[in-house]
């Protein structure tokens, strides 16, 4: 074969496995697809499992949010996430699940030395943003975005937003008070993602139930969850256990300490996880009894 017909072929098979790649839509899984009916519908927080695709969730609502933020649209949409490293991480999950054009934006960018005229060009053909929380903090305060303008907003690790975190500035100092306004101006629909809506290890059954309902007014949002973890376990690899027995000779001291320590994390780990879930199921329906 020669050199033009190697090639020949070779697009072809690129094509073809471009043509049959899964739609993120048909090969999400059911709890992700009711997730993203709930967020469609109203402003969600989507407790989940690490592991169980909630950034998937996220990917899907962005899509179903194209034709807003689409150029030659004025909207677009705005991912958050608390570090630098998860804007690189989540820009790609976005680009592969979706076609918008995103920008990222990370502090070592010089950001906070551009005025409003570098903005508007930087921002002119994005349809999505993912920065840090800060950023969008900023520019809000030096009145250079608008909530106006953001059609999505989305928090990942929105158990952050409390107290005078950049999260919690956000929403207190310029979504509720247009949300409070009358007339009550135009609002992003809000996505919140979370694997504990806290992340405090030992708070009291009515200290969690009350940290939930402040996160749900604070993002003016719904929790969804899967009150079922058996329904989970067949899409999250949980750890499978093995036992093997030694003898304790064989184990050096120093070995058989580091592997203790390794084994009560994992078991604090696990027990943490477990507590968050059973507390987060309990205050639900205790917030629903007391809403009845």
Known sequence: ????????????????????????????????LEA?????SGNTVAFLDTGAGKTLIAGLLLRAYAHRVRKPARDYAVFLVPTRVLVEQQARVIEAHTDLRVSKFTGDMGVDFWNAAIWRRVVDDAEVLVMTPQILLDNLRHSFFSLQDIALLIFDECHRAKGNS??????????????????????????GMTASPTDSKNLLQESYSKRIVELENLLNSKVYTVDNESALSEYIPFATTRIVQYDDYIIP????????????????????????????????????????
């Open 1 to 32: 074969m020669g050199d033009a017909a190697a090639v020949a072929v070779a697009a072809v098979a690129a094509a073809t496995e471009e043509a049959h790649k899964e739609d993120p839509e048909i090969v999400a899984r059911w709890y992700q």
């Open 253 to 292: 001291s120093n070995s058989h300490n580091h592997i203790k320590s390794c084994l009560d994390k994992l078991q604090e780990k696990e027990t943490t996880r477990q507590n968050s879930t059973t507390k987060f199921l309990k205050a639900s329906l205790q917030n629903i009894y007391v809403k009845a």
């Open 166 to 191: 950049p999260y919690a500035c956000i929403l207190k100092e310029f979504y509720h008070p247009v949300m409070n306004s009358r007339p009550r101006g135009p609002l992003p629909r809000i996505f």
């Open 36 to 40: 993203l009916e709930r967020a469609m």
